[in-house]
């Protein structure tokens, strides 16, 4: 097949599973044709069968907002004909299910009839897509669209309760690619962080609000009043300075380490003992697959899509969404003996494995065929 896929280039979840997802398409004999602002982020190979169309938004000054998305209709017709796609696959829904559209709608002046499939991936349906201002179109185009998918059952449910949806909406969960994120500890990474054998703790985020980071600081905090422990914050994000600041006044800094973005998540990963988690929604989870399959339990909280990953008792625990003393107290129960920790270890890893990339691509693979003999 020709696979257009547009999605936010971004290290955010949903560009990385779209990036991931065409770049295994590619590698299973797929031609995938990448149509973003800029280079996905995690798209940093070369291989025959990938391609990227830069879409590219003139500045003038008579636009206060550059209109981003009549450019990507745009791009989307001029690479659907000339590399003659058989389908479009839209991560997030805005504003790319309604450009996909919109293109859709060009292109069948020229007797061409694309098939438009969107993949709804949290944010685009709990926070911004339930904005008044957005609501009727996204509703629209997710109704347009000739396939739509969510990645839990969760935000399934959350997108019927609140737009009226008459498609049929797929779920498909995230996926992990095990030969990447697999056990990998690298010891002189792990002698520098916790040169006294601590356990180590992690979150990796945007640090937006909904992540809660900030919890993520008090239940280290009560963590290690009890158990000798480092914490690594990975990521970037607009709350990042408050959790800076709370590690001041927690008096916690020396054994906090703000590592901001990282390419190589993995080998971080690897050296870790615990995941953190305690967003206030979340409709997957993917950076705690990813630190599942690196063999790192979690702690989260149980929003969202989290508990259909994350499983009670098992593979961590799942608490209320700010109760920052069970957390805590789950925590300790985990890193408190070794046994108990390499129990969870090893079973937050057999959980990851049914998330496995392998699984979940031909799922895709037969939902494409589906939705192009449907039409
Ligand atoms: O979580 C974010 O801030 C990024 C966001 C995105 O849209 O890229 O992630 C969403 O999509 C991911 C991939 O499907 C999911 O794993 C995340 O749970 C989801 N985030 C939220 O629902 C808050």
Redo the contacts with the bound molecule.
Sequence with gaps: MKIGIVC?PTF??????ATELGKALAANGHQVHFITYSQPARLDFFSANLFYHEVSISKYPLFDFPPYELALASKLVDVVRFEKLDLLHVH?AIPHASAAYMAKQILQTYGIHIPVVTTL????I??VGKDPSYNPVVTFSINQSDGVTA?SKD?KEDTLKHFDITKDIRVIP?FIDLSRFSLNPRQHFKQAIAPGDERILIHT??F?R??RTCDVIRVFQKVKEKIQCKLLMVGDGPDRVNAEQLCRDLDVCNDVRFLGKQEAIEEILSVTDLFLMP?E???????ALEAMACGVPVISSNA??LPELNIDGVTGFLDAVGDIDRMAAHAIEILENNERLATFKAAALTRAKEFDLGLILPVYEHYYQEVIDRI
């Design positions: 936010y955010g979840g949903s560009g990385v599973v997030y991936h949290g944010t685009d709990t926070l990645v935000l995230n985020s945007n937006r909904v992540k967003s929604s979340e409709s997957f989870g993917l950076a969202g899509g």
